[in-house]
């Protein structure tokens, strides 16, 4: 796996952390997403400095510190510090239209459409887009407004079957897009190579009804269905105790934002199946990529992207990956 490298506050090398512990959770939206932590021993002597970075060269584990959590009761006798991952120190930037406009409009080959971001984002002294051709070609991309930057990086890739590369090389973290890899096509996990947690949801919402601008009866409504698929559309398919209902209120909104909201929230209404996985092989999978997991006892297959990833790399190099996913499954 490689060492545990720690920096001072100008990121240059001082050391590496031998019996230090790293935790690191990245690859979600949320704010308290995409963060680590390292342990380390009092008695150890060695201190982090605020925004030192921490690493491991070659990989995407690390990012930079940003907080102290002490603690002097003898039993516990260590130091943790906190911090953004690399992803992380992404998302705390936000891609903003250009004065004038609506939203922020890209085109061109992806590792170039990610190095122009990069310098938007005034994120160019760390990151680094790679020169390579990445054969993928973004034509006309719309970032939602006002969208944190590593969320919105992943989104464009993943409208075009792409994802986010990240590695430290020791001076930048390079960055590149790849295609997505769907390992379920070929290799549906076997449920003995891992612990699986899964969650099903046999009744998500799935009749919207969308309140947009106006009073009383003269208020815009449009009604949005999903079907047993999970497929959006303005035509009712499941009726009676099948149907499952939810208002969604967007006071300002016209029909036709209405519609793109409506359909885009009753969407993310049917990813309502979830699953964490474990691996006891040294297998391991990209944020995007799709995987299928199997569950022999209640026959339910999952086949979904991998949303999240926890590690955990312990004083001795022993390294855990566990998985968290979103998404619909079958039996």
Same mark, same amino acid.
């Given at each position: ?173 390079? %960055? ?5 890899? +769907?390992? $379920? =096509? /070929? #290799?549906?996990? @076997? ?82 199946? %979830? ?5 006891? +092989?040294? $297998? =391991? /999978? #990209?944020?995007? @990529? ?42």
């Amino acid at each position: 796996m490689g060492c545990l490298v720690y920096t001072d506050e100008n990121h240059i090398d001082i050391g590496v952390l031998q019996s230090a512990s790293l935790d690191l959770d990245y690859g979600g939206d949320e704010e308290t997403d995409n963060t680590f932590q390292v342990t380390i021993d009092r008695s150890d002597n060695i201190r982090l400095e605020p925004f030192s970075y921490v690493y491991i060269e070659g990989t995407e584990y690390g990012g930079m510190v940003v907080g102290l959590d002490s603690d002097t009761d003898p039993s516990i006798n260590a130091l943790f510090y906190n911090g953004l991952t690399w992803h992380g120190l992404l998302n705390v930037k936000i891609i903003e239209p250009d004065a004038g406009q609506d939203h922020l409009v890209v085109s061109g080959e992806a590792n170039s459409v990610i190095s122009s971001l990069f310098a938007r984002l005034d994120l160019s002294e760390v990151f680094r887009a790679s020169e390579k051709n990445s054969g993928i070609s973004i034509s006309n991309y719309q970032f939602d407004r006002y969208i944190e930057g590593y969320t919105g990086i992943k989104k464009m890739l993943a409208s075009y079957g792409a994802k986010l590369k990240l590695e430290y090389d020791g001076a930048h973290v390079v %960055a590149w897009a790849e295609p997505i890899v +769907d390992y $379920s =096509e /070929y #290799d549906t996990m @076997d449920p003995y190579k891992m612990a699986l947690r899964m969650q099903k949801n046999y009744l998500p919402v799935n009749h919207l009804v969308c309140l947009g601008t106006g009073e009383l009866d003269e208020r815009i409504v449009v009604h949005l269905y999903a079907d047993a698929k999970g497929s959006v559309s303005q035509t009712q398919s499941l009726f009676g105790l099948m149907e499952r209902a939810l208002k969604y209120d967007y006071t300002s909104a016209d029909r036709e934002t209405l519609i793109e909201d409506g359909t885009e929230k009753l969407l993310e209404l049917q990813a309502c199946d %979830a699953s964490e996985m474990n691996l006891f +092989d040294d $297998s =391991e /999978y #990209d944020i995007g @990529d799709i995987v299928g997991s199997y569950d022999p006892d209640t026959g339910i297959l999952l086949i979904t992207s991998i949303a999240s990833k926890i590690v955990s790399i312990d004083s001795e190099d022993n390294i855990v990956i566990e998985y968290q996913n979103t998404g619909r499954s079958d039996t």
